[in-house]
């Protein structure tokens, strides 16, 4: 299989990695930014392009790496030329774009995917198997709190998209994608969400750095999620409230993974130590390997363009009802 990549960023590199591991052929990469792409593909010993045009259909599978505000532009022009697309979260910054990225998919029959790389990482898939295997009963309650220094929090405006005025999007909309996608693929749809965020980047008004949301799933069950970008302080816990048992990953940074502890109602207990730190985990690679398998088998991946557009919605509802007061 022949993959092209768009966007030579720090993801880029995760996917370039997990590639060669494959031993996916990299055909090429292309990025805005021509000492960009010129010097990952150094790095990857492939080629870089200074235009894409004309390359489209010449890739079996096309990497789409670039801010999210970009996505749809890249999609649009793929369309008809290329059928299989992996492209990272989240979706779009808008509903239009998501809703449009959808319609292509089905136009143009294409297989796309959305890189919900939380979904194959060691900690989930521990944490999904005591729930498959009954060990936490029914989920009562989910929770995430996701804190760390983040884009901005140094105060270096310019070492990120993320805090770019012409392409920022706000935490609750690229960061917690991650997390209402790690909810609703373990206890199934959100139905109600309200939301309450907070900037701290006076220069940067539209940039939400700190975000809290709660949330009701079909199922009946609660949730919660609570991030910060502008933490001096790291951590991560996130997990499952159930009938029968509790288990949480936990982490001293704000994405790892180092230690599931369980605890069953029956008295039972359980700790295991996990190696699972986010850029040094297998993530990245499972996400491809599983995405490459579901191309050569003909199937549609579970985390396709209609589940990025349903986590869009959310991170946009918690924006909107944190824009409302509810006074008491
Ligand atoms: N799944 C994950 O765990 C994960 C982790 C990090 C980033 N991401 C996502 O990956 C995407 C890229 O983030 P990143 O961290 O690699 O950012 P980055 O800033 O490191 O890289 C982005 C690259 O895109 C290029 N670019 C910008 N606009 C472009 C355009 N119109 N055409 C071509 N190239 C363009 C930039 O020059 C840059 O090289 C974002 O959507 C982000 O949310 C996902």
Not at 197 to 219: E, I, M, P, R, Y
Not at 230 to 247: D, Q
Not at 285 to 305: A, H, M, S, W
Request: glycine residues 10%; hydrophobic residues 40%; contains cysteine.
């Amino acid at each position: 299989m022949k993959a092209l990549m768009i966007g030579a960023g720090g993801i880029a590199h995760q996917h370039l990695k997990a590639l060669k591991t494959l031993g996916t052929e990299i055909y090429g990469i292309y990025d805005l930014d021509p000492a960009k792409a010129a010097a990952l593909a150094a790095q990857y010993g492939t080629q870089a392009f200074s235009e894409i045009g004309d390359k489209l259909q010449n890739a079996d599978v096309i990497f789409l790496l670039t801010p999210p505000s970009t996505r749809l532009a890249y999609l649009r022009q793929i369309a008809g030329k290329c059928r299989n697309v992996f492209m990272e979260k989240p979706l779009a910054i808008t509903v239009e774009d998501a809703l449009e990225m959808e319609k292509l998919e089905q136009e143009y029959d294409m297989n796309c995917m959305v890189g919900f790389t939380q979904r194959f990482r060691e900690g989930y898939r521990l944490l999904k198997g005591l729930l498959d295997r009954g060990e936490l009963g029914e989920i009562v309650q989910t929770v995430v709190v996701r804190i760390g220094p983040g884009p901005g929090s140094d105060g270096n405006l310019a070492s990120s998209w993320r805090t770019d005025p012409d392409y920022v999007c706000g935490m609750s909309i690229e960061s917690l994608s991650h997390d209402i996608d790690f909810v609703q693929s373990l206890a199934g749809e959100i139905v109600s969400v309200r939301g309450r965020t907070k900037g701290t980047v006076a220069q940067l008004a539209q940039f939400d750095n700190n975000s809290d949301a709660v949330l009701s799933f079909a199922s009946g069950a609660i949730g919660s999620i609570t991030c910060s970008w502008s933490s001096a302080l790291a951590y991560t816990m996130k997990g499952i409230i159930g009938t029968r048992g509790t288990a949480f990953l936990t982490g001293d940074d704000i994405w790892d993974n180092t230690r599931l502890v369980f605890a069953g109602l029956d008295g039972s207990r359980k700790t295991i130590e996990l190696s699972d730190i986010f850029n040094e985990g297998e993530g990245y690679l499972n996400e491809d390997r599983y995405f490459l398998t579901c191309i050569e088998k003909g199937q549609k991946p579970v985390c396709g363009i209609r589940t990025g557009r349903r986590v869009l919605e959310i991170s946009r509802k918690i924006l909107e009802t944190a824009a409302e007061d509810a006074m008491i």
